[in-house]
């Protein structure tokens, strides 16, 4: 495993899409998290968006995000489904074999894991003919799964093979979640795991929370949670997890900054991911020279 398991999110850096993909290409990424509004919003239209992607070079790491679809029922759910089908199409257009969807925090959302299971469980037979995987992400505001653990629970009952987790480290740790709870949830159904960290010692309200993690996320390295952050990843990777890795950071400071800077600061962050705390073998300049130079 390498730096290529790393990737970044586009929402973490400021200009048009090309421009950002560029900047994560130059800062040496080969993968990219993408948003549906990077697409559809593009001023021109959504086909020289889908090219932009397509020609950038980047593999996508997914698209975000399917939100409020389980749990609602008759005019509602039909609708969801549409959404759904909409953004299955644009996964597909892009190469996007992941598609994240985040638990419902409507206030009409049925809360029976059944139901939302049932629901989840239609998402994904929409999306396997299509070979895409579904990232089911718990959020501590839903009213569907509030961590990790609830949305594993869920998946477990809907049970498809290519319906999964999306594990975020900004929620586990603004929750104080143990790192053992890790050991709770079968490390083969998590599809994504998605990095960042933040300044404050500790969120002391959902309120505060939510503001954190929409506008105040630092990178990997960065913020004031780094040791608890590097024992989760450590944890996951011992408990046989193999996916990709993406930096999840909403950051308002950052979006009124060069893109080029902050993509290389992400990819301080990899290169301390991986050499520090993973003790990965990265890329290193000059090393073919001094390989050479050892044989005389």
């Known amino acids: 495993m390498n730096f290529n398991d790393f990737g970044i999110d586009s929402a973490s850096l400021a200009g048009s899409l090309e421009t950002r993909l560029a900047a994560a290409k130059r800062a040496g990424f080969t993968q990219i998290m993408i948003s549906a509004a990077d697409i559809v919003g593009h001023p021109q239209d959504t086909e020289t968006a889908v090219q932009a992607i397509r020609n950038s070079g980047l593999r996508v790491t997914g698209l975000e995000a399917l939100r409020d679809f389980e749990g609602l ?22 190469q996007s074999r992941l598609l994240m969807t985040e638990a419902s925090s409507s206030t009409h959302a049925d ?41 594993a629970d869920i998946v477990g009952l809907a049970d498809c093979p290519n319906l999964g987790l999306a594990i975020d480290v900004f929620d586990i740790i603004a929750a104080g979640v143990p790192v053992e709870d890790l050991d709770a949830i079968f490390t083969p159904r998590v599809f994504l795991v998605q990095l960042s960290d933040f300044m404050l010692q500790e969120v002391r309200s959902p309120e505060e929370e939510i503001m954190t993690a929409a506008r105040f996320r630092v990178f990997p390295g960065e913020g004031a949670h780094s040791d608890i952050l590097s024992k989760f990843v450590v944890k996951l990777e011992d408990n046989g997890y ?19 800077e902050i993509a290389l600061r992400a990819r301080r962050a990899a290169d301390w991911l991986g ?16 390989r050479l130079a050892g044989r005389h």
């Open 111 to 151: 809360t029976d894991p059944e139901k939302i299971a049932k629901d989840l469980r239609k998402l994904a037979f929409l999306a396997l003919p299509k070979g895409i995987r579904i990232a089911y992400k718990g959020l501590s505001w839903s009213r569907t799964a509030k961590d990790f653990i609830a949305a």
């Open 275 to 290: 050499e520090t705390v993973l003790r990965r073998t990265l890329p290193v300049p000059n090393m073919e020279r001094l």
């Open 242 to 260: 193999f996916g990709d890795y993406s930096f999840d950071v909403y950051n308002s400071d950052y979006l009124q900054m060069p893109p080029e």
């Open 73 to 94: 029922g008759g005019r509602m759910h039909e609708y969801k489904v549409d959404v759904a089908k909409s953004m299955l199409t644009l996964c597909d257009r892009i």
